[in-house]
Nanobody, 126 residues
């Protein structure tokens, strides 16, 4: 059974919008932190955005700042990524990640997270 389940990916034209969702199963401890990473073909997985689950502080990669908004619904154990003004270079598989133990300070590395989703494809067409 999946512990993190993403949804909302798809095909959209450049300049369009998409909203990704990620639900965390109850057996995922915490969470204390949730985030989104993405991986384009032949590229390394990279940090996109994160949210401190209790305080709601948000963190973004520079290239998405101002275009993407990360948010959470604690009662539903669900995180969202609203993506607007999408660009061709945003095409990638987007992965949801969660940390089930208290934060140690970092939010941008894969090692800052303990659980991962299967990924959802986002394709931006010209």
């Amino acid at each position: 059974q999946a512990q993190l389940v993403e949804s909302g990916g798809g095909l959209v034209q450049a300049g369009g919008s998409l909203r990704l969702s990620c639900g965390a199963a109850a057996r995922v401890g915490g969470p204390f932190l949730m985030g989104w990473f993405r991986q384009a073909p032949e590229m390394e997985r990279e940090f996109v955005a994160a949210i401190d689950w209790s305080a709601g502080r948000t963190f973004y990669q520079d290239s998405v700042e101002g275009r993407f908004t990360i948010s959470r619904h604690p009662g539903k154990r669900t995180m969202y990524l609203q993506m607007t003004n999408l660009k061709l270079e945003d095409s990638a598989v987007y992965y949801c990640a969660a940390r089930s133990t208290p934060l140690r300070g970092g939010v941008r590395k894969e090692s800052d997270y303990t659980h991962w989703g299967q990924g959802t494809q986002v394709t931006i067409a010209s």
